[in-house]
């Protein structure tokens, strides 16, 4: 496989880390980009076989600017890679998955890139687990974006010149918005790619994920908002609507209406009830579909808290720093 390189990127990962370098040394050219760990994830890294590279933290950290570095040397060490695993260091890839998503790329040479499902490791462990193990399965077949960890032509990824480095977050999304206004073609495959770790066991790291959802949007649509490609707009306007649109106007109109305006908060348990009706469709379990539902409404409010940070901080002229939410890792 020395035409597939893998790139991975973390902090502080702890064993993580070591699980998710095991399961791709040996497979393919490892690179490893590490963004201040204090930890000992470097000397692990280095221990395991993976070459390294530690980013310059006096420059502002973004996920996108570790890959985009990840990538630059895995090219400088293999001319003739042809595809990267993107990977978070939180991950640990499935034993088929690079070959499999290797012979669907040769096989179907529109594919920009691929993504298979990503399960949670512990989704038993928390709510928040569980959430995100939803999240993480998304449908099958052509896609608009795949999530951090995805699996993409060298190519294409040259075509773009990789990730925006100034994004904190949704960098993904909009990786793969640019990748298709090219013509290059997302799709879900139906194997497994990866299990990730989210060690989410509090409301907090909820919140500020929440937080920093809100944010990207906000992001993604002052980059994008005149394009043809609207996605990140359309989902600024409902965080808007559903997070302070809404409750805002009930509470307005309470005194003039008499109370009538009140009415408005039924619209929430109806917007609960279709979030949930389209996942029992999909096949998920009534009280994971009823869980998921309820953090799609209720998480209108962080995010609304995230699109007050941005434009706070596009008013003031402020650098943009990440929203972080997990938990240092166990070495």
Not at 86 to 94: H, I, M, R, T, W
Not at 189 to 199: E, K, N, Q, Y
């Amino acid at each position: 496989m020395s035409r597939v390189g893998v790139v991975a990127i973390g902090r502080n990962e702890g064993q993580r880390l070591v699980r998710c370098l095991q399961s791709v040394i040996g497979r393919a050219v490892v690179v490893y980009v590490d963004s201040g760990s204090t930890d000992g994830s470097v000397a692990a890294a280095r221990a395991l076989g993976a070459e390294v590279v530690e980013l310059d933290m006096s420059i502002p950290f973004t996920a996108a600017r570790a890959r985009n570095a990840g990538f630059a040397r895995l090219c400088d060490m293999s001319p003739d890679v042809e595809y990267v695993q993107f990977l978070d260091g939180d991950c640990e890839v499935a034993p088929n998955w690079l070959e499999q998503a290797a012979k669907e790329l040769d096989r179907r040479p529109e594919l920009g890139a691929v993504c298979g499902r990503l399960r949670e490791r512990f989704p038993e462990a928390s709510i928040y687990n569980r959430l995100c193990d939803i999240e993480w399965d998304i449908p099958l077949g052509e896609i608009k974006a795949c999530g951090g960890n995805s699996f993409a032509r060298v190519e294409a990824v040259n075509q773009v010149e990789g990730y925006n480095p100034t994004l904190i977050a949704a960098e993904d999304d909009e990786f793969c918005l640019r990748l298709r206004r090219i013509g290059w073609k997302i799709v879900r495959l139906v194997d497994d790619m990866a299990t990730h770790d989210a060690a989410m066991t509090r409301a907090g790291q909820w919140w500020k994920r929440a937080v920093r959802c809100g944010f990207a949007y906000a992001n993604g649509a002052a980059l994008h908002g005149r394009g043809p490609e609207r996605h990140f707009v359309r989902e600024r306007r409902r965080v808007v609507v559903w997070g302070f649109g809404v409750p805002a106007t009930a509470a307005a109109l309470a005194w003039p209406t008499g109370g009538l305006s009140l009415g408005l908060f039924a619209l929430y348990p109806l917007q609960l009830a279709r979030t949930y009706r389209g996942l029992r469709k999909r096949g998920f379990h009534r009280s994971h579909a009823l869980a998921y539902a309820t953090s799609c409404v209720v998480g209108r409010v962080p995010q609304v808290l995230g699109l007050v940070k941005f434009y706070l901080g596009q008013a003031r002229g402020l650098p943009t720093r990440i929203i972080e939410y997990k938990s240092k890792g166990t070495v």
